[in-house]
């Protein structure tokens, strides 16, 4: 079946510097979503890539999706405390709705 | 207020005993989802129903059991026979929007249920 790979697990960062995480999937995807889910809460939804190439920021935040549509990446620049959670792509497989999540990001920022 | 609750926050059960998690939503989503999510891990689909009266089995749907006899409610009974039924149970719920042409569906989520079976 489908799979989606992200990585790295952890990541620690000082505030300030940067950090990227990346996805990738094992077949072409409908569309990418992107969750935050901070530490003891619920994933909440970030944004929602569709079109090949595309890219979207929000704030410090840059989203790709790659050419392909198998890969993706989320960069945040200067990184914060609130920045602090686990950062999970999604993958869409086709009509069904059903989304893949990767194994997510936990980002540690250092004050 | 709009969203999406589920209760308890928190759930103990003994072993052998099957135990029912509520999800309820108000915002007039068709589509909703269990997930269980375990520590350190991503999230894995139990059950998904695209419209009420019909639900499909997702990639770990052994040992649970779904039901959507309303739009608003999808409950989901962690039976005896799920062999490690502690975890973390996170209910979703989204709906299709069409934006320029592209289809958007994000998924809403519920605060969860940590389930702990003893």
């Known amino acids: 079946g489908q799979q989606v790979m992200q990585i790295p697990q952890y990541q620690h960062v000082q505030e300030g510097e940067d950090f990227t995480t990346y996805c990738n999937s094992s077949?072409?995807?409908?569309?990418i979503q992107w969750y935050k889910q901070r530490p003891g809460g619920h994933p909440v939804f970030l944004i929602q890539?569709?079109?090949?190439?595309e890219v979207k920021k929000q704030k410090r935040l840059t989203f790709q999706f790659g050419e392909a549509k198998k890969n993706s990446s989320l960069h945040i620049t200067a990184t914060q405390t609130t920045d602090v959670g686990t950062y999970f792509c999604?993958?869409?497989?086709?009509?069904?709705?059903?989304?893949?999540f990767g194994s997510g990001t936990q980002l540690t920022v250092l004050p | 207020d709009g969203g999406i609750t589920q209760s308890p926050k928190y759930l103990f059960r003994k072993e052998g005993q099957n135990v029912t998690l509520s999800c309820e939503q108000n915002?007039?989503?068709?589509?909703m989802y269990w997930y269980r999510q375990d520590p350190g891990q991503g999230l894995r689909l139990i059950y998904y129903?695209?419209?009420?009266?019909?639900?499909q089995k997702g990639d770990i749907a052994e040992g649970y059991s779904v039901s959507r006899e309303k739009k608003e409610s999808f409950p989901l009974t962690v039976t005896s026979a799920q062999k490690n039924p502690t975890a973390f149970y996170l209910c979703?719920?989204?709906?299709?929007?069409?934006?320029?042409?592209?289809?958007?569906?994000?998924?809403?989520f519920g605060p969860g249920t940590r389930l702990t079976v003893l």
């Open positions: 979703a719920s989204s709906i299709d929007r069409l934006v320029l042409g592209d289809s958007y569906n994000e998924q809403f």
């Open positions: 077949t072409t995807l409908s569309n």
């Open positions: 890539l569709v079109k090949s190439g």
């Open positions: 999604a993958g869409l497989r086709g009509s069904a709705r059903q989304l893949t």
């Open positions: 915002l007039n989503h068709d589509a």
């Open positions: 129903s695209q419209i009420v009266n019909d639900f």
